[in-house]
């Protein structure tokens, strides 16, 4: 039983020490208490990317190998990555504020990070409305494929576009001064959302796996077909 | 049996002649790309200094919202007993998305090319370097008609006309920033190659994941 | 002994989790006629677009033409220009003209386009050819369907509900129709719901049920 949960174990004991050592660390000099949103902002976009690469590598690898654990694995990891995208762009925003005065700005991580988020709820709609999971694993890795093609162009394109418009530079949360203690508190946060991400997604293939055994006793004898709820009419009382 | 190309522009013409038609590119999506047009003013503000400076952006904007419309207009929608049918014509998918994307292509070429006129009546912007524009637009058309057909395939039969454009436009980006760059490029007189060269790169990738996807995807049906 | 047209063992189908076939197997020989019957949502047209190639089954295999069910897809592409379908909704592009329909259908075969007026004068559509699809009724609908197979002459024959809609002489082209294939050597499956209709044209009927053939293999006689 521990063998199994251990992951979750790990995933609850990381973050719960990440969480009281935010807290408990000195506050940074310049913006104080306002700094600790990093440690749940920065973790949060670095898994976003993760979850994100996890999603392309499983499509690929369903593409080649046809073997539907990839898809779980690539259709997990965009389950678990959305929500962390969306945590890391609000908090870059509450953060932001304060700093620069203004909610959003378009520095060329921000606007990537966004684009990312789009294309993860595009995924997982198209997931959505598909029923027949072999169907769906194929659609939704071509729909990986073609983000690994374009997700470079568009971060090159991006970068690009700001470069030739020589923004002021901007401070990002993670870029700024940091005293060791600080850094330390970062770096914990960052192992904990890692084993966090882990934890979930495996528990998200899990629950997967438990749907497609569901989907194969349908196919057991005991399951009636289709046509069996079509019975004769019964005339006498039709009027 | 015809060889491939023979079937790519069989397929293309049958799409196109469809459409002639029904009539639904030039009645309907260019008028509302061009009423679209219409409406930012009236949002941000008739100031001609204004409306010239964000002409351009507004006209390539459009150009990729709406025009990825065209892709999933309702005479290019196949129902079952058309897919059966081509099914079982022995057709090379790579060959139906070669024929598609040509059409759409084509029909994306008008649409920008009847939406320009409008652009710079309303926004009065002046279109310099026009010589390059005339190879911007139908680079613009191939790519956006190009991801339009290979994002229909992958969303066929699922809330096709409201998930394309969500997969389309985050995607669409690079198209839509070198546009806009070169554009503006022209009229600065700054160097516009290396975003000319995105466009083509972008158009060749996407050309060879829909060629290589296309068989994949169409035996992918229930 | 020629082998069979059609050959399906311990075919299931599933669309989703919903099972519509389950255990079927049915085999027809070359040159024979079958009629398939059953009650509303017994499964015939899922059984037909098996057949046709166009839906792989979930478990079994079998052969159509001799091209597998199972595994890649080259042979089944190969034989699918000799399979001759014909649905329930009719497979005509509605704003094209019923000449244009069947004229894409040779060009893309590569049949001389020359011979669609001929074929739509036998269906008795010579005079409407330049109607739009979407204006035509349902009956001339499917008699275009029928010179759409006059014209391509398929080995397979897979009419689901051939006689609905039609009027006494377009009858007649279905039975035709099936006397072609059958003289080419092919065979034909005939799904109706109209048993006397289709009685003459037929070898013996097969009766779906519980998404499996039943017991009961009636024939003609």
Redesign the interface.
């Known amino acids: 039983m521990i063998q199994r949960r251990w992951l979750d174990i790990a995933a609850v004991g990381t973050l719960a020490t990440a969480f009281v050592t935010a807290l408990v660390v000195p506050g940074e000099q310049t913006q104080g208490d306002l700094a600790r949103v990093i440690f749940v902002h920065v973790p949060a976009a670095w898994l976003a990317y993760l979850a994100f690469g996890v999603t392309l590598l499983g499509s690929i690898a369903y593409l080649a190998t046809k073997k539907i654990r990839w898809d779980r694995l690539a259709a997990a990891s965009a389950e678990v990555g959305v929500y962390f995208t969306g945590l890391a762009i609000a908090l870059g925003m509450i953060w932001g504020k304060p700093t620069w005065g203004v909610w959003w700005t378009w520095d060329a991580r921000l606007v990537l990070t966004a684009v990312m988020f789009f294309v993860y709820l595009g995924y997982l709609a198209l997931r959505r409305g598909i029923q027949d999971p072999d169907v769906r694993a194929r659609r939704s890795a071509w729909l990986g494929i073609l983000g690994v093609v374009q997700i470079p162009l568009v971060h090159f394109s991006v970068l690009w576009w700001r470069t030739l418009h020589q923004p002021p530079t901007i401070l990002r949360p993670g870029e700024m001064q940091m005293d060791p203690p600080f850094f330390g508190a970062l770096m914990m946060a960052l192992v904990a959302y890692t084993v966090v991400y882990a934890a979930l997604v495996r528990r998200n293939m899990e629950y997967a796996e438990v749907e497609a055994q569901l989907h194969d006793a349908m196919a057991s004898e005991e399951i009636e077909v289709a046509g069996a709820a079509i019975t004769a009419p019964r005339y006498g009382e039709v009027n | 049996?015809?060889s491939f190309w023979?079937?790519a522009i069989?397929?293309g013409r049958?799409d196109l002649?469809?459409e002639v038609?029904?009539g639904e590119v030039l009645m309907i999506t260019v008028p509302f790309g061009a009423a679209a047009l219409m409406l930012i003013p009236l949002a941000v503000g008739t100031d001609a200094p204004l409306l010239e400076r964000i002409g351009p952006g507004m006209y390539w904007s459009v150009v990729l919202l709406f025009g990825v419309l065209v892709t999933v207009r309702q005479?290019a929608v196949e129902?079952?007993?058309?897919e059966?049918?081509l099914?079982?014509?022995?057709?090379d998918a790579a060959a139906r998305f070669a024929g598609r994307a040509g059409a759409n292509f084509l029909l994306l070429l008008l649409f920008e090319a009847l939406l320009a006129p409008v652009a710079l009546a309303l926004y009065d912007t002046d279109p310099a370097g026009f010589w390059w524009l005339l190879a911007v637009i139908p680079l613009v058309a191939a790519g956006l008609s190009l991801l339009g057909t290979?994002?229909a395939s992958?969303?066929r039969s699922?809330?096709s006309s409201t998930?394309v454009p969500?997969?389309v436009?985050?995607?669409a980006?690079?198209m839509l920033?070198?546009a806009t760059?070169i554009t503006e490029g022209l009229r600065i007189q700054a160097t516009i190659l290396?975003w000319l060269l995105?466009l083509v790169?972008?158009d060749l990738?996407?050309a060879v994941?829909g060629v290589l996807?296309a068989?994949?995807?169409q035996?992918?049906?229930? | 002994m020629l082998q069979d047209i059609v050959d399906l063992k311990g075919i299931a189908v599933r669309i989703g989790d919903t099972p519509i076939l389950r255990n079927l197997t049915l085999s027809v020989a070359p040159g024979e006629v079958v009629g398939l019957i059953g009650s509303n949502g017994s499964g015939k047209t899922t059984l037909l677009r098996v057949v046709a190639t166009l839906l792989p089954p979930s478990e079994g295999d079998g052969t159509v033409l001799g091209a597998p069910l199972r595994g890649t897809g080259e042979e089944r592409y190969a034989v699918r220009p000799r399979i001759g379908l014909i649905g329930h909704v009719p497979g005509l592009y509605p704003n094209l003209t019923l000449e244009e329909n069947i004229a894409f259908i040779a060009r893309m075969r590569g049949i001389p386009v020359s011979e669609v007026p001929l074929v739509l004068d036998r269906v008795g559509l010579g005079l409407a050819r330049g109607r739009k699809a979407a204006h035509c009724s349902h009956g001339m609908q499917r008699r275009a369907e029928f010179a759409r197979l006059v014209l391509t002459k398929p080995d397979l024959l897979l009419l689901d509900e051939a006689h609905a809609g039609l009027d006494p002489q377009a009858a007649d082209l279905v039975a035709a129709l099936v006397a072609g294939a059958r003289s080419r050597g092919g065979a034909a499956l005939v799904v109706s719901h109209e048993h006397a209709r289709i009685a003459p044209l037929v070898d013996r009927f097969v009766e779906l049920r519980a998404g499996a053939v039943a017991d009961t293999e009636w024939s003609r006689t």
Not at chain 2, 79 to 82: E, I
Not at chain 2, 87 to 91: A, C, I, R, T, Y
Not at chain 2, 219 to 222: I, L, M, N
Request: charged share 15%.
């Open positions: 049996m015809p023979r079937q069989e397929l049958k002649r469809t038609r029904s005479s129902g079952q007993a058309q059966d049918l099914g079982l014509l022995g057709v290979l994002a992958i969303a699922v809330a998930l969500l997969i436009v985050p995607l980006v690079p920033l070198a760059q290396g995105l790169v972008m990738l996407l994941a996807s068989r994949p995807l035996e992918a049906t229930r």
